[in-house]
């Protein structure tokens, strides 16, 4: 299994610079890359990644207005130029139905001013020093803030900068994690903008509403950026003051779910959640809470962990009516608005809690998914 590792690098104000110069030309060939592709298909030429690599890369350096190219390592072009062609095939793949999940749409040019910048690299153009500092080719030795280590030899790593100026390096490593112990127990979760989730055994993990708390802190960093003169150096030192302030909230959050997502995976062999509709939540008028709860990353993380730990993760469908069932004795109540937290079944007269009641609901549905109902018992005791 491949995973991810990323780590705070401190590159020195040369080092920046010369990053600076391998982000525009990773950026430069990347566009050139997709723009020679565009251009085939809709001339209906064929044309092979290694004529594209040859006309981006190779022939670029020899002209006059592309020679700057040739100031930084010629690995960070061509992993360039491959990523261009992976972007280009999983829109082609996605389209032909050959790529699973979501659709992937068409890939787009990239800009200097996009929020992150990034270059590849392979293990030809960077190596870990043994004074434990990390080697790019032709940047020089960064230092790592390691917080752990590499548990395999890295095979490739990305050097990334965010809007926050911060440099990172995210190395790719090969992993053999052996399965979590085997536990009897199993979980649904009810997730929520008031409380972050409910589970099915009764415990409430609080939102912790990280953007919430911080609004005043964003208000008044955007007043100053809004107040300073376009182009101007002051309205730059803003405009990064203002891009901490929402790293630090992701941060936070990422760090949130990372914490909830690891111990609800450790304690259950199981974990069933409800496949919820973030994007349509995300333009309605509770945009702002839903952006703010990440209910999105944090699934993701329950499902990548389940994979990793050898557990279960099922995703029940999105119209199972898990707030209108009785988790008793099964009867559907109808609907309900959210202002209606407590309600009594008319059918065995049973008291729930709405958000309980709908794990529980949401456990049974997961349980009968998962054990299609072969002679088990799937609903949960009333």
Not at 65 to 86: G, I, P, T, Y
Not at 283 to 306: C, I, P, Q
Request: charged share 25%.
């Amino acid at each position: 299994m491949q995973l991810r590792y990323q780590f705070r690098v401190y590159p020195t104000p040369g080092q920046q610079d010369m990053l600076a110069r391998s982000f525009g030309c990773a950026r430069g060939v990347f566009n050139d890359a997709l723009r020679a592709r565009q251009d085939a298909y809709a001339a209906g030429v064929r044309l092979s990644d290694t004529d594209v690599q040859k006309r981006v890369v190779t022939e670029a350096k020899r002209a006059p207005e592309w020679v700057w190219l040739s100031e930084v390592a010629s690995v960070v072009l061509v992993q360039a130029c491959q990523d261009a062609r992976r972007a280009y095939r999983n829109w082609f793949d996605s389209m032909s139905g050959k790529r699973k999940g979501r659709k992937v749409g068409a890939p787009r040019f990239r800009s200097r001013k996009d929020n992150q910048q990034a270059l590849r690299l392979t293990r030809n153009g960077f190596s870990i020093r043994p004074n434990r500092k990390l080697y790019v080719a032709k940047v020089g030795e960064l230092k790592v803030a390691w917080s752990r280590d590499l548990p395999s030899d890295p095979s490739s790593v990305t050097i990334i900068k965010d809007s926050a100026g911060r440099y990172f390096a995210s190395f790719v490593v090969e992993v053999d994690q052996a399965p979590l112990p085997e536990v009897d127990s199993e979980v649904g979760i009810d997730l929520g903008l008031a409380t972050f989730a409910v589970l099915s055994d009764g415990r409430v993990v609080d939102s912790p509403r990280f953007l919430r708390r911080a609004e005043r802190t964003f208000r008044k960093a955007q007043q100053t950026l809004s107040r300073k003169e376009k182009g101007s150096n002051n309205r730059a030192k803003a405009r990064l003051r203002a891009a901490k302030a929402h790293a630090t909230v992701a941060d936070s959050r990422r760090n949130f779910a990372h914490q909830q997502s690891t111990a609800i995976i450790r304690d259950n062999q199981a974990v069933y959640v409800e496949d919820l509709a973030v994007s349509g939540l995300a333009r309605t008028r509770l945009a702002k809470s839903v952006h703010d709860a990440g209910w999105s990353m944090f699934t993701r993380m329950l499902e990548e962990k389940a994979a990793r730990y050898g557990r279960t993760f099922v995703k029940i469908d999105r119209w199972f009516p898990s707030s209108q069932t009785c988790s008793a004795c099964g009867v559907v109540d109808g609907p309900k608005p959210l202002s209606i937290r407590e309600w009594t079944c008319a059918a065995c007269g049973a008291v729930h809690d709405r958000d309980i009641n709908a794990a529980k609901n949401i456990l049974a549905a997961g349980r009968a998914e998962r054990l299609n109902a072969c002679g088990g018992t799937v609903s949960p005791a009333a």
